[in-house]
T-cell receptor, first 114, second 117 residues
Framework: AQSVTQLDSQVPVFEEAPVELRCNYSSSVSVYLFWYVQYPNQGLQLLLKYLSGSTLVKGINGFEAEFNKSQTSFHLRKPSVHISDTAEYFCAVSAYSSASKIIFGSGTRLSIRP | GAVVSQHPSRVICKSGTSVKIECRSLDFQATTMFWYRQFPKKSLMLMATSNEGSKATYEQGVEKDKFLINHASLTLSTLTVTSAHPEDSSFYIC?????????????FGEGSWLTVV
């Protein structure tokens, strides 16, 4: 079975400052990794995903994440945040098998201060 | 791009009644769809995996007789909350796997708010 741990439930950051949202996963098999964003009262939007290949993955809205197999981490980063980045961010994992399901972390609320 | 549509986006029903939520893949075929539930300010909890043409697989602790899932075609899965109670009020989100996509191509719907009064 797979599991995801997001260590920070809330991350307050000043506008234009860098941010890192932490994610660690556990799995006995190879996995795909995802970061989703959820704006207030909306559904989920895929920010980026790691399938294979380069461990540094670039996504939408200037976000990127780095897959670290030895540390079983997939931290999300952005060099300079904007007010519009205020949202809930979910790290997720899915096993390689074709019928597997996505398991979500508990989420990190990113709040941007002007 | 691929779109997954949920309907209705918001529904209010009386306690004791049943309500159906639809999840459609609009431009791809989905042999597998997933239903999640999200409580306010909480993460998404996987309820069940819906497989086209067969019975859904429910996660531990989810009442299969209360949350009926039907996946009758490659583009439609439905979740019916039977004999709804106020504690069933929640945000329900579906996702669909594009069977032709590479690497677990999964798309999420916009979610459906259920309020039981």
């Amino acid at each position: 079975a797979q599991s995801v741990t997001q260590l920070d439930s809330q991350v307050p950051v000043f506008e234009e400052a860098p941010v890192e949202l932490r994610c660690n996963y556990s799995s006995s098999v190879s996995v795909y990794l995802f970061w989703y964003v959820q704006y207030p009262n909306q559904g989920l939007q895929l920010l980026l995903k790691y399938l294979s290949g380069s461990t540094l993955v670039k996504g939408i809205n200037g976000f990127e994440a780095e897959f670290n197999k030895s540390q079983t981490s997939f931290h999300l980063r952005k060099p300079s945040v904007h007010i519009s980045d205020t949202a809930e961010y979910f790290c997720a994992v899915s096993a390689y098998s074709s019928a597997s399901k996505i398991i979500f972390g508990s989420g990190t609320r990113l709040s941007i201060r002007p | 791009g691929a779109v997954v549509s949920q309907h209705p986006s918001r529904v209010i029903c009386k306690s004791g009644t049943s309500v159906k939520i639809e999840c459609r893949s609009l431009d791809f075929q989905a042999t597998t769809m997933f239903w999640y539930r999200q409580f306010p300010k909480k993460s998404l909890m996987l309820m069940a995996t819906s497989n086209e043409g067969s019975k859904a697989t429910y996660e531990q602790g989810v009442e299969k007789d209360k949350f009926l899932i039907n996946h009758a075609s490659l583009t439609l899965s439905t979740l019916t909350v039977t004999s709804a109670h106020p504690e069933d009020s929640s945000f329900y989100i579906c996702s669909a796997r594009d069977r032709t996509g590479y690497g677990n191509t999964i798309y999420f719907g916009e979610g459906s708010w259920l309020t039981v009064v």
